[in-house]
């Protein structure tokens, strides 16, 4: 009975020391995070206080947020995880406090608030990119290097996290917020987008297209900023992380283009979309230019003449991966040209696709050759095949002749029945000319043969040597002395 007795006195003083807080076994942190007074008071002894004048309690919310704010921009060294890490954990849990903070918002953001939360975003994520080695061979243009991940991820996701429901928040006013993500955060919020962590990248791409729908007044200098990143990797620095994201926000920015197309966006596309065809890597970002492309050509069908003209000008040479990609390009490209802009640039198009028939590897020669399976480009050949079928016969006769790969010239000869199907009198002209060609092209190699044979005959009796006597003849005889005079 004393025991229980006892047990109750002992259960009684620990509930009027902990003042009703909670369990026997909670032990307060050693530094407690910053309650706002509403806080204080409700966890804690009852507030007894006068109730608060007209706008005290919005002054103690925006107070108590700029409280966390200032917790949450000390920025940390995360290179070495174990230190600093119960200051770290404190720091992630205020963050997610704010997050939850944001999500949960029912009255407006202050100015006040909102320059807060810009200043966090600074402060965390504007910073110089952790090293990364790098091996020292090159990647091929469609292997992307191995991924990298920052060691600050697990901080710098919750950040993000918080950006994301700042921008999308509608408690947040984007003519106040406007004057701090002005063009200068913009700027560095661009930069980050040569982060070599994909993770960061992907959520970036989120952020920046929320912004370009919110912050209307901010467009054209985003697109004149992206423009000039495009600018700097196709002419200057020839690497940058994240051209395919910034490619994937621009996809959906120019589906919402109103018709018809403004000259900026026209320009847009001719400087800085169809470089993008010049760099080595264009494979690790190609889709994504495709579909920027083809978003065009839907917006104003005119623009496919200048899309094809622009590809012919960066077609690689030396590049058989690429060229592949083009010719893929190439066929969604014609997918979507109507017959006026397809007459306008058939001549040299066929010209470089009988370049690519005839080439020695045959992964370029049979995509070339596929093109004639696409119904819609087929059939605008075969109503200009007039012009095209002279262009390409003399490269499908080459490939049945001589082309080492026997898919090629099964492909080959497939091609060559459709143009014989379609117009036989015209094959058989093409034919012909082709037979004359060859003739005269024959005739002319064996001239230019007797020609450097006659030249390096000639040459070689024009450079034999002479013999000749070169010692000095002795005077004859019966020739008399001839003493000097004196005078």
């Not at 596309?269 to 065809?277: D, F, G, S, V, Y």
């Not at 994504?288 to 094809?308: H, M, P, S």
């Not at 030396?318 to 083009?326: A, D, H």
Request: proline share 7%.
């Amino acid at each position: 009975m004393w025991k229980q007795f006892i047990g109750k006195l002992s259960w009684k003083s620990l509930k009027s020391s902990s003042g009703g807080g909670g369990g026997g076994g909670f032990s307060p942190p050693a530094k407690p995070l910053p309650l706002s007074p509403r806080e204080n008071g409700a966890a804690g002894k009852p507030n007894v206080s006068p109730p608060p004048p007209a706008g005290a309690e919005g002054r103690s919310r925006e107070d108590a947020f700029v409280q966390k704010v200032n917790i949450c921009c000390v920025v940390f060294d995360f290179s070495d995880r174990g230190k600093d890490s119960a200051e770290k954990e404190r720091k992630r849990q205020v963050l997610m406090s704010l997050v939850d903070c944001i999500g949960a918002a029912e009255e407006p953001f202050t100015e006040a608030m909102m320059s807060a939360c810009v200043r966090i975003f600074a402060v965390n994520l504007f910073r110089v990119f952790p090293p990364k080695v790098r091996s020292g061979t090159a990647a091929s243009e469609t292997e992307e290097d191995e991924p990298f991940f920052d060691p600050s991820w697990y901080h710098l996701q919750v950040v993000y996290e918080l950006f994301l429901r700042f921008v999308t928040s509608p408690m947040v006013d984007a003519k106040v917020a406007r004057k701090y993500v002005d063009s200068s955060f913009i700027s560095r919020l661009l930069d980050l987008f040569d982060s070599d962590d994909p993770r960061e990248r992907d959520c970036l791409k989120t952020i920046l297209h929320r912004i370009y729908g919110k912050f209307m007044g901010n467009r054209p200098f985003i697109r004149k900023a992206v423009s000039n990143i495009f600018y700097r990797f196709v002419f200057e620095t020839d690497h940058h992380n994240g051209i395919a994201e910034l490619l994937e926000v621009f996809g959906s920015v120019i589906s919402g283009f109103a018709k018809p197309l403004k000259e900026e966006h026209k320009l847009f596309l001719w400087k800085a979309l169809i470089p993008l065809h010049k760099p080595k890597m264009v494979g690790v970002y190609l889709p994504q230019l495709t579909y920027c492309i083809t978003q065009f050509i839907e917006k104003e069908t005119k623009l496919a003449g200048t899309v094809i003209r622009g590809l012919l000008k960066y077609w690689p040479v030396t590049n058989s991966q690429k060229e592949v990609m083009f010719l893929g390009e190439l066929e969604e490209v014609l997918e979507l040209t109507d017959m006026a802009e397809f007459q306008k640039c058939m001549v040299p198009l066929f010209r470089r696709v009988a370049n690519c028939l005839n080439s020695s590897h045959f992964q370029v020669a049979e995509r070339a050759l596929f093109l004639w399976n696409n119904e819609h480009l087929f059939d605008m050949i075969s109503q200009n095949r007039q012009v095209i079928l002279p262009i390409i016969y003399p490269a499908l006769e080459r490939n049945t002749r001589w082309h080492w790969n026997q898919s090629v010239l099964n492909v080959t000869l497939n091609v060559r029945k459709m143009f014989l199907d379609m117009d036989e009198r015209l094959l058989q002209t093409c034919q012909n000319n082709f037979q004359d060609e060859e003739e005269k092209r024959a005739a002319n190699e064996e001239r230019r043969r007797l020609m450097w044979e006659q030249l390096e005959r000639n040459a070689a009796a024009a450079f034999q040597p002479v013999i000749t006597d070169t010692s000095f003849p002795a005077p004859p005889s019966s020739a008399p002395l001839v003493a000097p005079t004196v005078t």
